[in-house]
């Protein structure tokens, strides 16, 4: 039986919302309740059964690399340097040799703090099989995405204005993405974006072929979203 063994931590963007923070620190270092963030999903992983690492770095990387060497976490953890930013998609693409002996893999993150079921989201994606399984909540977003009554991704709402990829099956719904998903490792003979890419592009992409891109309703367990200063400040408060 297939297991949920290897994940990718996206840690190399900016922090623009996190500024003056990031200045100086990058995102994955901000600490919050003595930890840093990169400790806690790390953490939250291992407990899920994550065995294996990568994390990606790009802005302060020398201090994230310095970090890592730094510490033990009891796990391997490999790194995935970005000399240009490369955005989601190609910050996923950039890692197809590390999880080439994989069928399945998770990526989470860094500035996502959840007590999502990491297991029961992969339980999930085995039993539907879809190219990618998306955590998703249904939440107030400004860009929100559509899916229909079997959770297939078929549209966005961007702007106020509705695009749609496919025509859904049954009723529609709404829901913001998580920032966790699950990818079959297919997707890497998929990916026709190159250099700088958003994930979502390939996903939307492929929603609007003959390929699954589902949601998974993580419900009201909790999750926050700490990559925006009044997030962060209002999270480490609490």
């Known amino acids: 039986m297939e297991k949920l063994t290897k994940a990718l931590i996206l840690a190399a963007g900016f922090g623009?919302?996190?500024?003056?923070?990031?200045?100086?620190?990058?995102?994955?270092?901000?600490?919050?309740?003595?930890?840093?963030?990169?400790?806690?999903?790390?953490?939250?992983?291992?407990?899920?059964?994550?065995?294996?690492?990568?994390?990606?770095?790009?802005?302060?990387?020398?201090?994230?690399?310095?970090?890592?060497?730094?510490?033990d976490f009891?796990?391997?953890?490999?790194?995935?340097?970005?000399?240009?930013?490369?955005?989601?998609?190609?910050?996923?693409?950039?890692?197809?040799?590390?999880?080439?002996?994989?069928?399945?893999f998770l990526v989470y993150n860094v500035d996502v703090i959840s007590e999502l079921d990491v297991g029961e989201l992969f339980e999930f994606h085995m039993k539907y099989q879809p190219m990618a399984t998306l955590a998703i909540q249904k939440r107030d977003t400004t860009r929100p995405l559509i899916f229909d009554a079997e959770n297939l991704l078929v549209g966005r709402i961007q702007s106020g204005t509705e695009k749609r990829y496919k025509n859904p099956s049954g009723k529609t719904f709404l829901a913001g993405f998580c920032g966790i998903h699950i990818l079959s490792h297919e997707i890497f003979n998929n990916f026709r974006e190159t250099g700088t890419f958003d994930i979502f592009t390939t996903y939307f992409r492929i929603a609007a072929g003959d390929k699954k891109i589902l949601g998974y309703d993580i419900g009201d367990c909790l999750w926050r979203d700490v990559g925006t200063l009044k997030d962060f400040n209002s999270f480490s408060s609490e």
Not at 22 to 50: C, F, Q, R, W, Y
């Open 74 to 104: 009891g796990r391997k953890i490999s790194v995935s340097v970005e000399n240009e930013i490369l955005g989601t998609g190609g910050g996923i693409k950039n890692t197809s040799v590390f999880f080439a002996d994989c069928k399945s």
């Open 16 to 71: 623009s919302r996190l500024m003056p923070l990031t200045n100086d620190t990058p995102k994955a270092l901000l600490k919050i309740n003595g930890k840093t963030l990169l400790e806690h999903v790390i953490g939250k992983l291992i407990n899920s059964g994550i065995e294996e690492f990568i994390v990606n770095v790009h802005h302060h990387r020398s201090k994230m690399l310095d970090y890592l060497s730094g510490n």
